[in-house]
């Protein structure tokens, strides 16, 4: 998604608006936008300076919260606030991260997100939604309605507070349930796999519940941004384009791709298959951009449509994997950082609507896998594990975030409500599951099949 200043909150299409309310939602402060531009050298001096301290910003969090079972995602998400303007205060924080270096670090950030999205496509194994439909389809849907509807039910409590001016309600209110609903995927399965808990019933359950919720959230969050971007008219065009889209990919592409990968079965993928997929990759992320519903899509419906257990995915996700962590998202949390500005919660008011929102995000989430799990035929305690990993939001709940601000539907206060929210019930995960897997594993349901449908 190209960088583009009128997109984002406090650009000047929005500051005379922006101020003129302020009196009314004097929580709704800009962020610079504006900057003056700086030689090619320059930038590129600021932008390698940028990635070098959030890189290691990030690994030292990383491995200081490896001692208590926290995700890496924690640690690099905490080095992009850090470096922000929040913490260690407006004149350091310029220096690493200047106003100038955010276009170029946007568009860095970008891509690293397209082609993370696009690796999480590439791990989604539909297989085994397939094999546990009944159960994968009633937790997650679960998961995702029961949060969806109280996020719509607190934006009614919020919207005169913490929404950008002339955003309209439904775009609100909407964006609300949509950053209630979300899962990690990919943190859910870090956490999984360091807890050794991938291949037993309950993990295997559980991942199959976050791809199909997260998959359902897309699709959600891909109206929501057609509603927010256009009017009425237009946004019938953004849905009919949505769905020509996903029709051409699923009836046309899919073949096409399985062809490929199976023609590099038992081979080594060479540069030119490697060359064939990035094309389409970048075509599909293009198409979807240019339909209006964000390139992330693209980018996570063509990993989705590549066969899960091919040659060519194995060697994508082997080349890829730490280029775009290590390297590429440490660009998008340096963003986000700038973007996070934790001094606007100025008031005791406002750090309760901030602990109300992680409480209702929480209630939602677990609530409704746990409720779906009970229904199922499962334990307290297995559903309580069931609920606490669809707590997880982590990476996916910044890429949503960040959709929101971009397009002017969430203020920076909001912004930085729900990224505490995210770092919260993230962290939250392991420390709980390390309470509830112990008293579990020896059940007698998790060493049998999930559950008989």
């Known amino acids: 998604m190209v960088y583009e200043p009128s997109r984002v909150p406090g650009a000047s299409a929005n500051r005379d608006s922006i101020a003129g309310s302020r009196a009314a939602r004097g929580t709704c402060a800009i962020i610079p936008a504006v900057v003056p531009p700086a030689s090619t050298s320059d930038a590129l001096l600021r932008v390698l300076i940028a990635l070098v301290a959030v890189i290691v910003t990030g690994q030292i969090i990383a491995r200081l919260l490896a001692h208590v079972r926290q995700p890496p995602v924690i640690g690099e998400v905490i080095a992009g606030i850090l ?12 220096w690493i991260l200047p106003p100038s ?44 309605v029961v949060p969806f509807l109280l996020g719509v039910w607190l934006a009614t409590g919020l919207y005169s507070r913490l929404s950008p001016p002339e955003v309209p309600f439904l775009s609100f209110s909407l964006f609300m349930g949509i950053a209630m609903s979300v899962t990690a995927f990919p943190v859910l399965a870090r956490i999984l796999a360091d807890r050794a808990m991938s291949s037993t019933p309950i993990g295997v359950l559980a991942l199959a519940c976050a791809a199909v919720g997260d998959a359902t959230a897309w699709c959600l969050l891909a109206f929501v941004v057609g509603v927010a971007k256009a009017r009425v008219s237009a946004g019938l065009w953004v849905a009919l384009g949505a769905v020509t889209y996903v029709a051409v990919m699923l009836v046309v592409i899919r073949p096409l791709v399985v062809r490929l990968a199976r023609r590099w079965e038992g081979k080594e993928v060479t540069r030119e298959a490697a060359a064939v997929l990035f ?52 660009a998008f949390f340096a963003f986000a950082g700038m973007r996070t500005r934790i001094d606007l919660l100025s008031g005791s008011d406002l750090w309760l609507m901030c602990g109300l929102i992680i409480v209702v995000a929480t209630a939602g989430k677990f609530g409704g896998a746990f409720l779906a799990a009970r229904l199922s035929g499962y334990g307290n305690r297995e559903s309580a594990i069931l609920g606490t990993l669809m ?27 729900l990224v ?23 059940s007698d349901r998790d060493q049998t099949r999930v559950r008989p449908f």
């Open 391 to 417: 707590n997880t939001r982590g990476l996916m709940e910044l890429i949503v975030l960040n959709i929101g601000l971009e397009l002017g539907v969430i203020s920076p206060t909001l912004f930085t409500m």
């Open 101 to 144: 270096v955010a276009p170029s670090l946007g568009v860095i950030a970008q891509i690293g997100v397209v082609l993370y999205m696009f690796l999480v496509g590439l791990e989604l194994h539909l297989g085994v939604v397939r094999e546990r439909v009944r159960e994968v389809v009633g937790i997650s849907l679960s998961g995702i």
């Open 279 to 330: 094309i389409a990759l970048l075509a599909s992320a293009a198409a979807t951009e240019a339909i209006g519903i964000h390139a992330i899509f693209g980018a996570f419906l063509f990993g989705a449509i590549v066969p899960h257990d091919s040659a060519l995915t194995h060697a994508m996700v082997r080349q890829l994997r730490d280029l775009v962590t290590v390297l590429l998202l440490p």
């Open 420 to 442: 505490i929210m995210a770092l919260v019930t993230t962290m939250a995960t392991s420390p709980v599951l390390a309470v509830l897997w112990p008293c579990c594993k020896g």
């Open 83 to 94: 470096l922000g303007p929040s913490l260690i205060g407006a004149d350091v924080s310029k």
